[in-house]
């Protein structure tokens, strides 16, 4: 699926449901908003490295302290369209499954750096 067709899906989203709809659908659990790298033709989003601006808020919980202004702050947070289009937001998350497009294969979430060999 291109970025065109993703953000054609979205807008036709947005023709039944508000931007806050969409919004309300991620489940804040921070894993797209880590350190990622593409190894052997696969996204990796290493756990260990946060972004500097993502906050726990509970046990599985997460939000961005300057999420208004994160494109501005982070050269490497991306809006979610171009997000799902690259591959890089991971197999759990909600727009992901939402997207359904198994043409893009979605990111796999490391948690250790010995985990990389088991990609």
């Not at 880590?34 to 190894?39: E, G, L, S, T």
């Not at 946060?50 to 919980?61: A, I, N």
């Not at 591959?87 to 294969?105: N, Q, R, S």
Request: include cysteine; glycine fraction near 4%; proline fraction near 4%.
């Amino acid at each position: 699926m291109t970025l065109e067709e993703i953000r054609d899906k979205i807008r036709a989203f947005r023709e039944y449901f508000t931007e806050q709809d969409f919004e309300d659908m991620c489940t804040h659990c921070g894993k797209c908003c880590h350190a990622k790298a593409k190894i052997r033709g696969k996204v990796l989003i290493f756990l260990s490295q946060p972004c500097y601006f993502l906050r726990k808020v509970e046990e599985s919980e997460y939000l961005c302290d300057v999420y208004n202004e994160r494109f501005e702050c982070c050269k490497n947070c991306l809006p979610i369209d171009e997000a799902l289009a690259r591959g890089v937001m991971p197999e759990e998350c909600v727009y992901v499954k939402w997207l359904g497009d198994k043409d893009i294969p979605p990111a796999r979430v490391i948690s250790k750096l010995r985990d990389i060999g088991r990609t």
